[in-house]
């Protein structure tokens, strides 16, 4: 990929999946507020407009270069489910997941800079979490590994003990559709 890349977040998640799949890019996040309710419980505009502010914040801040901005929540009956507040939140949360299946929406917007071409959308994954006991979620909350993250989770690669994408892409549920992102990138680049 000849153009530089931003990402404008500062997701561990998401600056792993860049790493592994072999990007280079620096860091920018955008430090965009997020809401906590999908206005008209449509998930969908939700992440897609979250994605497309955080990248219109770091694009003015790029001469020459492609910005990646993302937003990734749980989605459980017609709520968003997002990052705790503190470990008793997580608590909570992680007790309403516990033996469900939910939704892990991400919107993506890739902005092409000069000229301030882009492209968004949103994609979807189910998520299976096992039944948890009370021990389980002390434990796993002691791990410290909830924090910052959607549905007070943070899904381990390849294999997880608590987590099964029963639908979908793991790297959507790590933060970041690595599989459309790649066709994003290429059709922003013939842009440019």
Not at 141 to 164: H, M, N, Q, V
Request: charged share 25%; proline share 6%; net charge negative.
């Amino acid at each position: 990929m000849p153009k530089k890349l931003i990402l404008a977040s500062g997701s561990l998640g998401r600056r792993e999946l860049l790493k592994f799949h072999g990007y280079d890019f620096e860091v920018k996040p955008s430090n965009v507020p997020e809401p906590t309710e999908a206005a008209d419980g449509d998930i969908r505009r939700y992440v897609a407009d979250l994605a497309w502010r955080k990248a219109a914040a770091v694009a003015p801040t790029v001469t020459d270069g492609i910005v990646i901005a993302a937003d990734t929540v749980g989605w459980q009956h017609g709520k968003v489910v997002g990052k705790p507040d503190d470990e008793a939140d997580a608590r909570r949360i992680i007790t309403a997941l516990s033996g469900t299946t939910h939704e892990l929406w991400t919107g993506v917007c890739v902005w092409l800079r000069p000229g301030d071409f882009h492209v968004c959308w949103q994609e979807v994954s189910e998520v299976a979490m096992v039944p948890l006991s009370a021990a389980q979620i002390d434990d796993y909350l002691k791990t410290r590994k909830w924090e910052g993250c959607s549905g007070a989770y943070s899904i381990e690669f390849p294999t997880d003990p608590y987590i099964t994408v029963a639908k979908g892409s793991v790297s959507n549920v790590i933060g970041l559709p690595m599989e459309s992102l790649a066709k994003g990138l290429r059709w922003v680049e013939g842009l440019g």
